[in-house]
């Protein structure tokens, strides 16, 4: 009696649990102008920005912390942010500083911090200065502003300053233009930093700042600390941080009387929703039904097939309240091939692989043709594109006609060409190593028809991607490996993925790709005494001998597929991340 | 029994010592070079010499306590010195140590490493150097002997002396000139580390003011945790209470209906259910009962995820609250699951049971066969059932990993696998600590209720 009794109580009490759930949650269409709900994949770790150089964090500290100028994500120009124009180089004449090139700045009148407090050339100080700071791990930053020699501040008015540099480096300006500003009076209310000059703080060891400038030191840690890099943060953008749940999402509200909007046709400074908030769900099949459900916005289709994102175009009723973008990125997908391989030494070798590889092929079954081939370092979409290179196109018969002539032959019928290298024979079996995504994995199916109908084999192995780079790239313990490269909106400086001093600890020239003359052209591209032309003549050769020296197999750059929903106008871009959420708008 | 229960806590401190010493020693031995791993993957930063690189990985080590030994103790062949802990890169020290087993030559191969450091240091801003530079840069790579003299030959072949590096480049290639193998001995060395070492490190941050530091975020590792936690504690917490009543019960009714069509129905949907993948159970699930997509009379759950709770402060009980409805779906499926599983062994041992001879004694006395179930039966067969049921509150704990992956829930399974992908292992340990007091808590939970329930086991469980 009694169990059935507690059986027929459990089942109605599950019932009347069951009964509450069922109920659909799409949010009403009230709460529509006020926020836009945005997913991303990954948990940013810091929105402190200058400890970190993630694109996943800087998708959203960019709507926080502004720099004096940046590109703009329309025209793709640089424009001044938080200063009035954008300063030209000029040599110093007499002074401390002689013969040395300066820059010339003045912050906008209405630039102000949250406190109401003007924003001022101060700040720019203390943000180089933290930048510099021995115990503030910022590689990427103290390498940039190495030849940044000082900042001083004009004693009549604090918004003017000027920025000595010392090297000859052509990005110089670029680099202290886009390096976000910090309000010194947040981050150092002490003003422990007004005690030590920055050039002391560039030179000065971690040790040395214990001992001599202990507040200074103590800075230094606090900064890099998780609070300022998750709860206190702020910056001079049009939006600020409200929440960060962890593991769930963040939550940016505009600030009240922005002083940016005063400049209604600089779009960086421009906020559009009251609230964006940006859910973390690292599924995509979660994603998707959030999408549908109406719970998030904006979808970007990254991760996903292709087939999911044009089955849900054609899916009528959930498409109904979507509308659909593709938008080219500046990602460059391309395969790796390791110049010092004794395999992959000979240039004739490369260009067989490249034959063999259908990339056409790829861009249709990968990418359901949503991307865009290419042959250079340069994005296609980029003025300092060559288009004169030629694309390579899929060639079985050449390919294996190349590679007669470089001595693979299979000589032992074991149907893999081999060929006398030192003494040993040595077949030509590459070691591809590959990620788990499905990109790659179709990557490698397409690769290993063609290559076996050349009879040239692959050892694949499937490795985390932080594992390819640290144990086999870097150490260039490596045949093949895909690879994804990012490249800014701004100049590329091809130095480090291509000059040869880049191979090995520190640079990025995993393919360890060495030619004088394409050192001799880099070097010329980063002087700062030859025009722009001249720069652009020397990117262009440098496309060339790149292109005619095969060290990598250029594949294509994907588009980015994104679904928002159909009140939204969305401001997508060619500048990483692809959109600008301050940049959304209701539809009228 | 206080007795008891006492020393089982006091052997949870051992026990949970040994698991994370052993968690310990296994991180040790994972050759993954985690200062590399964030410096590479730190987007593109560009380093201006070999120099800012060396400074930039030193800095990142020490912040991680990575350039001390592993323990309070180690032992050595005698020709690795004790600072070999400081040599950086990871991949460059293992290469000095192999070079140091080959020549047994502690000061030859030190000097030598340091004034390549010194030299790469040296060139490396220097684009004129660059074909000097590629050259060295392989020197440094080789780790063995006879590939350390063969680049040097060849450097020697080709170098054309300038004035400025001439000298030290000499300096390198008479030293490597002088290498040799040394033949004798080789005696362990037991060096004495004291305090500085990485597990001391770890294990003082555990409970000092300076806590553990998620290597992602650079958050405490236990509020990461702690945070985690409350979710799937509701997750795990539900999912037991629906197991223990539904799997009861559902024994229950079956054994009482043996062999009786609704038996048979109810046995083969608990085969089904326990056959099937819980990930494909909760996959489907989503599909099904929170879109539009199989038409709208589908759509009676609430979509996947926790509610978003902008502006004030929420605590736990607000919170959970708010979600009661969204956790229903994945309480749902992660509750089937083990239901299953319960049922059919509570079913068997209820059955087991009834074959007993004091059973038959006392249907032999006349009870009817639902006192016979209620009164001699169903108390045999507690003692497989609690045993079954605190286990579970180990595997919930873990079993919620798949659960909050696919419902996008913030517990601990979700929080153990984006850590576990991204190596970060002071979360990973804290989450370990966590799964194994549970799975000893509930253990003890279940032991307790035994005795409290069976009296018959309180002496073979409490007199030992």
Known sequence: MIPRLLLGWGCMIFAICFAISCQSDRRSDSGMQEEIVIRIESEPRT????????????????????????YDPVSLEMIPVLIKNLPSVMTVESGEYSGRDAYSMEIKEEARWENGNPISGEDVLFTLKMAAHPDVFTPGWKSLLADIRDVTIDPTDERRFMIYSEGEYFLNLE????????????????????????????????????????????????????????????????????????????????????????YPENTILQGGFQRIVFQIVKDETVALTLLKNDQIDFLNFKRSPFMVFDELQNDQQASADLDFYTQATLRNNMILLNNHSPKLKEKSVRQALAMLTDVNRMLSQIEG??????????????????????????????????????????????????????????????????????TSASILAILQQSFRAAQVGINA????????????????????SVYVRASPTSKVDPYAVWHSSSIGLGGKNYQRYSNLIADQYIEQIRRLDITEEERAMYYKKLQRIISDDHPVIFLYSPFLRTAIDDDIEPLLSLKRPGYFANGFKMRE | MFRYVLRRILLMIPTIGLVLFFAFVLQSLSRDD??????????????????????????????????????????????????????????????????????????????????????????????????????????????????????????????????????????????????????????????????????????SRGISSEPNLSLVDGSPAMDKVISALKWTFALSFSTLVIIAIFSILLAYYQVKHDGQWLDRLISLKLYALYAMPLFWIAT??????????????????????????????????????????????????????????????????????????????????????????????????????????????????????IIEYIFNIP????LMLDSMEASDWPVVFVILIFVSVATMIGYLIGDILLAKLYPRTRKELFVT
């Open chain 1, 47 to 70: 929105l402190n920005p200058i400890l970190t150089s993630r694109s996943q964090d800087r998708e959203i500290h960019e709507y926080i912390f502004v720099s004096l100028g940046d």
């Open chain 1, 175 to 262: 680099v202290i233009l886009t390096a976000e500003i910090y309000p010194r009076y947040f981050y150092d209310a002490q003003n422990a930093m007004s005690s030590i000059s920055l050039t002391e703080l560039k030179s000065i060891s971690s040790q040395e700042l214990e001992q001599k400038y202990p507040e200074v030191s103590a800075l230094g840690k606090t900064f890099s600390s998780v609070k300022f890099g998750k709860e206190m943060v702020m910056g001079a953008g049009p939006y600020k941080l409200r929440q960060w749940q962890s593991g769930q999402y963040i939550v940016l509200e505009k600030k009240e009387n922005y002083w940016g909007n005063t």
């Open chain 1, 369 to 438: 043709g949503y991307g865009l081939r290419i042959n250079s370092f340069i994005h296609p979409k980029k003025h300092l594109y060559n288009s004169e290179l030629e694309m390579i196109d899929y060639d079985l018969d050449k390919a294996k006609k190349l590679l007669d002539e470089s001595g693979w032959i299979d000589t032992d019928g074991d149907q893999i060409r081999d060929k006398m290298i030192d003494g040993v024979v040595v077949p030509l079996v590459l070691d591809f190593y590959i990620t788990s995504s499905s």
């Open chain 1, 461 to 480: 192995a499937v490795l985390p991607f932080s594992k390819i780079i640290t144990e086999h790239l870097v150490p260039g313990d490596f045949d093949m």
């Open chain 2, 34 to 203: 985690e200062v590399s791993r964030l410096i590479e993957l730190e987007g593109n930063q560009i380093y201006s010499s070999y120099g800012a690189y060396t400074d930039a990985y030193r800095l990142k080590a020490e912040q991680l306590g990575l350039l001390q030994p592993n323990f309070y103790f180690s032992i050595r062949p005698s020709y690795v010195p004790k600072e070999i802990e400081q040599w950086i890169p990871i991949r460059r020290k293992r290469g000095i140590i192999h070079l140091l087993k080959e020549t047994r030559d502690q000061k030859g191969v030190l000097e030598m490493k340091r004034n390549l450091s010194q030299l790469l240091i040296t060139l490396s801003p220097n684009p004129q150097e660059r074909t000097l530079m590629s050259a060295i840069k392989e020197l440094d790579d080789a780790n063995n002997l006879d590939l350390l003299k063969l680049r040097a030959r060849k450097i020697e072949d080709s170098y054309v002396e300038s004035s400025s590096t001439s000298r030290q480049v000499n300096v390198v290639l008479d030293q490597i000139d002088a290498l040799e193998v040394k033949k004798g001995w080789i005696l362990p060395r037991i060096d004495f580390n004291g305090r500085k070492n990485r597990l001391h490190f770890w294990l």
């Open chain 2, 284 to 401: 489907m699930m989503v599909v099904f009962f929170t879109t539009d997509e199989y038409g709208s009379w589908t759509n009676i759950f609430p979509s996947v995820g926790v509610e978003l709770m902008i502006g004030q402060e929420y605590s736990f009980w607000d919170q959970l609250a708010l979600n009661a409805k969204r956790l229903l779906l994945p309480i749902l499926c992660m509750s089937v699951h083990s239901l299953a599983y319960i049922t059919k062994q509570t079913k068997m041992e209820m059955i087991e049971s009834s074959q007993k001879p004091f059973v038959q004694a006392a249907r032999a006395r006349g009870l009817n066969p639902g006192q016979l179930l209620r009164r001699h039966i169903m108390p045999d067969a507690m003692v497989v059932y609690v045993t079954l049921l605190s286990g579970r509150i180990a595997s919930l704990f873990t079993g919620s990993l």
């Open chain 2, 411 to 414: 517990g601990v399974g979700k």
